[in-house]
């Protein structure tokens, strides 16, 4: 099984910082996936990547970027913190079905 | 696009009761349908799936039958336990080259002793 790690369980950081995901996966998955998820809202796609170097936007990517710099690792980017991205964010990795880590719950003040 | 649609939480079920947790989707094509499980603190779980059409998809006493004809795939388990308390989510993958997950909003259960 693919294992996906999550490099930190919890963060807080302040509003306007620039705040750094990490996800790593221990295959040679081309799919990555970041969603955040919120109560009452379940889970949505915030970015995805089939390959190095390759991302797609999914259904809420304003205020993230994301990166791929090797296949194994796939970053989320908040480029400028705002309250209303507190959130708990999960990666995963998969084709068929997916593997997700075990969160980040950030939480920005 | 695609859409799953679930049950509201949040139920509450006494010890060896039985559970259901209604999904419905609306999909082009052929998806193929999951459901997850997200244990308290932890990550989302697979717990189960079906690639076709009438396949019953099993895990740890939990089963779901994809039915096509009314675009349904609900959870059933004939008999909870305390230790079954989670969220639960239905799940589609629209296939093709790159397998997105549409989630529905997740269903959180409790079973008391």
């Known amino acids: 099984d693919v294992k996906v790690t999550q490099s930190s369980r919890y963060l807080v950081k302040r509003t306007g910082e620039k705040v750094f995901l990490e996800c790593v996966q221990d295959?040679?998955?081309?799919?990555m996936f970041w969603y955040r998820q919120d109560p009452g809202l379940g889970l949505r796609l915030i970015y995805f990547?089939?390959?190095?170097?390759?991302?797609e936007k999914g259904d809420i990517p304003e205020g993230y970027s994301v990166s791929r710099e090797k296949k194994e690792r796939f970053s989320l980017i908040l480029e400028s913190a705002s309250t209303n991205q507190t959130s708990m964010y999960l990666c995963?990795?998969?084709?068929?079905?997916?593997?997700f880590g075990s969160g980040t719950r950030l939480t920005v003040v | 696009g695609n859409s799953v649609t679930q049950m509201e939480g949040p139920v509450t079920l006494s010890e060896e009761a039985f559970l259901t947790i209604n999904c419905t989707y609306t999909?082009?094509?052929?998806?193929?349908l999951f459901w997850y499980v997200q244990y308290p603190g932890e990550g989302l779980q697979l717990l189960l799936k079906?690639?076709?059409?009438?396949d019953k998809g099993s895990n740890k006493g939990f089963e779901a039958t994809y039915r096509k004809e009314t675009t349904s795939f609900h959870l059933e388990k004939g008999s909870v336990q305390v230790s079954d308390s989670a969220v639960y989510f239905c799940a589609l993958s629209g296939g093709g080259s790159n397998y997105k997950l549409t989630f529905g909003k997740g269903t959180l259960l409790t079973v008391n002793p």
């Open positions: 079906a690639t076709k059409a009438d």
């Open positions: 995963a990795a998969g084709s068929a079905s997916y593997t």
């Open positions: 999909a082009t094509g052929y998806p193929s």
């Open positions: 990547s089939y390959d190095v170097k390759m991302k």
């Open positions: 295959m040679d998955h081309e799919n």
